[in-house]
């Protein structure tokens, strides 16, 4: 019963802080961890002991999980050298920068310091992921952090084990390297086996309860087995569930990837929550052992000192020194700003505090090791969290532009229209009715229009045709369900005939395009001026094409080693440049400096123009 009300409370605690934290906004990791710091001090809250099996058998699988069916496995593909130099490399390399600090002052073996190492080495997927989607940084290097935070905890957890074992005098460095490998190698065939399983199931599952009561089972189904044959249980869940999340289209049906996305985000937030606030917990305990282990104070506070200068400068060194040798031999690596922030971006987090009780009893000065740990999960949280919004400000870097986001998402949208409107004629029969083909081609142009108009003002400013049906819609289903309440209360129908008749309602309001429900940034700014199109004397006097006399790439990128996302014709010269979601954006630069106002799109499928000086679509 204790410990029933003790989960009650830590689940409805993190909960509230976390609501809290994201009202204000604030880190949610930090300000869960400053909360959990400050109760564990309380003396009617109890110690918390957190037992590593908990943690590596029923939290990271499903927060791995969580994460990586979220994951890009197009964006991976791309970054595949940058991830496999962050998550395997620069863990290895800050692994061996602690051991040697640890084992310079502290009187423990080597291959102990260099299991403490492998525990405060990879950064945590959890805090990457928040902070990074929170400042709102570019794509790209939200996509790196994401991928490297969730392969990297392998590699640790590996070295992790190589070095208890040598510790026993059971390893060489040969067999460490195998086992490496057939820890990489056997996990990615167990997660591609268990997705491709359960792909299987999939097209054969169509009740949307019992297809996520499967995506539940999903990282259990991966972890375990790898776990069993020894391969890495972490990289057989990323794997597995970034090939579902990739197949989900296909797999699965668009009321079973609707319940998915709902049911892990609530799983997310509840466990995200709870284990920060859990790690906050943990600091009392973990500090008395630690002041109280034998070892001279001087001693252990120069330690600590030392354990996270070496924790936080052992990135930015791998990262510079990969990008200084890649310059070197003549390849473009990333900009300077966006390897500023990627080597900053290494808070640790729950993985760390869980290794690090997988040590061995009888290790030498456990407590000090565990403090270590404590202190790199909460330093990082600390000074890297916060900082992190600071340095993208500093470096003057941009998340991704919304008005090119919702361009390219209107154009998107008039692509696939078209295809379904191709679709509908191929499929027209000779029985059916006129209307109802009229009626598919509506609701195919309004939905599209929707798109559109939301490059115009605000719906508060500006009632276009979407919106208002969307609220007549709204209003009228309101009423309609108020009717049925009333005949449910006055028990003249069936509770069951009742159930499925308001189940219809919710169905209808759900597929209504209320743009204000989907998971993306604040809106709530103009895209555009307040002038028409009509008023625009630039896309007036603009030609509507203008054939491309260069190459079709960005000039400016290319002569500074950098990555363009989407490229644009400048209507007054010709020039190409990159977009405004670009690191560089110098078509924006181009406009300011040349004064020439107008650029097209130059993507394949793309007509659209757009106006600089009246910030306004044509």
Known sequence: MHIAVGLVVLVASAAAVAALARRFG???????????VAASYLPFVPAVHLEPEIVLLGLLPPLLYTAAIRTSLVDFRTNLECIALLSVGLVLFSTFAVAAVVWWLLPVPFAAAVALGAVVAPPDAVAATAVARRIGMPRRIVSILEAESLFNDATALVALRTAIAASAGAVSVWSAGADFLM??????LVGITVAWLLGMLRRRITDPVLDTTLSFLAPFAAYLPAEEVHASGVIAVVVCGMILGHR??????????????????????ILESAVFLVIGLQVRGIVDDAWSSGLDHTTLVITVIAVLLAVAVSR???????????RAIGR???????????????????????????????TPQLPVLKLLALVVVAGTLLLQGPSLSWLVRLLELRGPSRAEDALREATLFSQAATAGLEALDRAVGSGTPPEVVRSLRDRSAMRTNAVWEQLGRPESEQATPTAEYRRLRLEMLRAEREAVLQVRDSGEVDYEILQHVLSRFDLEESMI??????????????LVGDASVADCAHLRAAPLLR?????????ECV??????????????????????SSPGRHASRHAATTGHPVIRSVEPGEAWRWCYVDELLG
Do not use: K
Request: glycine content about 8%; charged content about 20%; hydrophobic content about 45%.
């Open 183 to 188: 820890a990489a190698g056997g996990g990615a």
């Open 26 to 36: 604030v880190s949610e990791p930090l300000a869960l961890t400053l909360v959990g």
């Open 513 to 526: 395009d209320r743009f204000d429900d989907i998971e993306e940034p604040d809106r709530a700014e103009p």
């Open 547 to 555: 054939e491309t006399v260069a190459p079709e790439q960005c000039a």
């Open 316 to 326: 930015p060194i791998w990262v510079f020194g990969w990008m200084l040798v890649r």
């Open 559 to 580: 002569v500074e080693g950098q990555r363009w996302v989407h490229l644009r014709m400048c209507l007054t010269c010709g020039n190409i440049a990159c977009c405004d």
């Open 332 to 362: 473009p690596g990333e900009p300077v700003a966006y390897s500023t922030v990627v080597s900053w971006a290494g808070m640790r987090g729950v993985v760390t505090l869980a290794a690090v009780l997988l040590l061995p009893q009888d």
């Open 248 to 269: 989900a289209p296909v797999w699965q049906s668009a009321a079973s990837r609707l319940a998915e996305h709902t049911n892990w985000r609530t799983v997310q937030f």
